[in-house]
């Protein structure tokens, strides 16, 4: 978990450099299509045609979002979509392991993992600061109590009480609230070509995670 974590980190902030926040955001939440397929590895169970077709209205969408005229994808993109596959690889490993366990603890034995997995890498790859200002203090406070360790934890404990589905489905709205952050903070420009990429992977993850239940809810009805 520790380290399918960190990964996921290392990749979505290195992704940020290159790429805006909204972008970032939906190309992320392509995590919850991948899930049945490793899902599928793990435990042979076939995903159903519903995942399939999810799969490719989600390879259309990121298309839409990352491609540029010439068919080529951004560094920035490409290491978000990379970033996803981490994050699906810790939501099928939390929920294998949180049901018999006390999520508190999974959530610090996870925290622990990837830090000293982080910091060993950073003596190694990074210099270290010379100064650190006090924005930067306060940002890194947000990141490590809000962002990190509120959110995992509020994540390990939701896990332990709905299925990994329905609780990706959920965790998309992720997608959502990072664009209106981009358009409010960031002064994204929300092109129609963007917009519809977001529109359509939305609707991805979506058709994996409902599977159009509430259609036929609604058409028996």
């Known amino acids: 978990m520790g ?14 450099r ?9 190309l992320t939440s392509a995590y919850c299509v991948i899930v049945p397929f490793l899902h599928w590895i793990i435990i042979k169970k076939q995903p159903d045609k519903y995942n399939v077709i999810a799969a490719l209205t989600c390879i259309v969408g990121i298309g839409l979002i990352s491609l540029d005229s010439n068919l080529n994808i951004g560094i920035g993109d490409l290491l978000t979509i990379i970033c996803g596959l981490f994050y699906a690889v810790h939501i099928v490993v939390t929920s294998r392991v949180v049901s018999t366990r006390d999520p508190v603890l999974l959530a610090m034995l996870q925290f622990a993992a990837a830090g000293l997995v982080a910091l060993i890498c950073a003596f190694i790859f990074e210099a270290p600061p010379t100064i650190i200002e006090t924005g930067d203090l306060l940002s890194l406070a947000y990141l ?6 509120g959110c ?13 589905s329905q609780a990706a489905v959920i965790m998309t709205l ?9 358009v409010v903070f960031y002064d994204e420009v929300l092109t129609l070509k963007l ?8 609707i991805a993850v979506i058709i994996s995670e409902t599977k159009l239940s509430f259609l036929k809810t609604a058409s028996s009805e």
């Not at 490590?144 to 360790?149: L, N, R």
């Not at 917009?195 to 939305?202: A, K, M, N, P, S």
């Open 18 to 26: 290159f790429t805006t926040p909204g972008k970032n955001a939906f």
């Open 174 to 182: 992720e997608a959502v609230f990072g664009t209106l952050a981009s």
């Open 152 to 164: 995992l934890l509020m994540q390990v404990f939701g896990q332990k009480y709905t299925p990994p």
């Open 144 to 149: 490590m109590v809000i962002a990190t360790a």
């Open 3 to 16: 380290v399918a974590l960190l990964l996921g980190y290392v990749f979505q902030t290195n992704g940020l």
């Open 195 to 202: 917009t519809l990429g977001f529109v359509i992977t939305f």
